[in-house]
């Protein structure tokens, strides 16, 4: 099954990955020793991230360097946008509410 | 209405804090009914279609305010508040956790702070959201999609049917 974002950077590891190559492109090798990992552990978060286009290969000779993907990331920015505007009409809601109940007052 | 009234909406994601600011055309006292009331609550707290539906609530220092949100087609999503912190018509806390219809919540939550003041006839309500997880203010956010709005976002309605 495809990954989607938030199951992707739920995980503090994946996370920490993500922060370190959005500075600079690291070959899994490099993630397996920055992060006291195996490579196998590493591979299998590249493979989430990967999945959920977080993150990107790009090969160079015969290494393979992964990439940040920011565009991803904006994602994020657009589910809060959604938060925003629940609350938008939430408050809008409540300004009848409050118009009704000075009404009853008067 | 006055059409000027304040709205802001920001998110730290290092912090893990959502902080909202809305004024409101309305001395405070009402506006604290508004939010500490369960009748006046259900009349505004789900952003339409969908409804709340307040099973109990006790504003007091440790009760709690069990509720659904209910969307249009009947579909209940439980949520339960537990008051922390009461300073009438100042401030208020509560605890905010997802829960299952039997009310058992899904702690750790996130925490909620609310402030009020009143300038001029216009009372200003601040609410800061904690989460403790960056996982739960994304879920937390995920839930607010499904409270509405979702069918234009192609990809959020492939994640929800992933979700549920």
Known sequence: MKQDIFQAIADPTRRSILTLIAVQALTPNAMAEKFDMSRQAVSKHIKVLQECDLIRPEHSGREIYYHFNPKKMQEFDVWLDQFRKNWETQFKQLDKVLSNLKNNKK | MNKDLLFDFTADKAAQKVYITREFDAELSLVW??????????????????????????????????????????????????????????????????????????????????????ANGITTVNITIYNESLERMERMIEMGFKQGFTASIENLAKLLKSRS
């Open chain 2, 33 to 118: 009914d508004a939010y500490t009331q369960q009748e006046l609550l259900d009349q505004w707290w789900a952003p339409e279609p969908f409804k709340s539906r307040t099973k109990r609530m006790e504003f007091k220092v440790g009760g709690q305010r069990v509720f659904a949100m209910v969307s249009p087609e009947g579909q209940e999503g439980w949520l339960v508040q537990t008051y922390t912190s009461i300073s009438p018509k100042t401030n208020f806390k509560f605890l905010n956790a997802f829960a299952d219809e039997n009310e058992n919540p899904q702690l750790p939550g996130s925490e909620w702070d609310i402030s009020f003041s009143e």
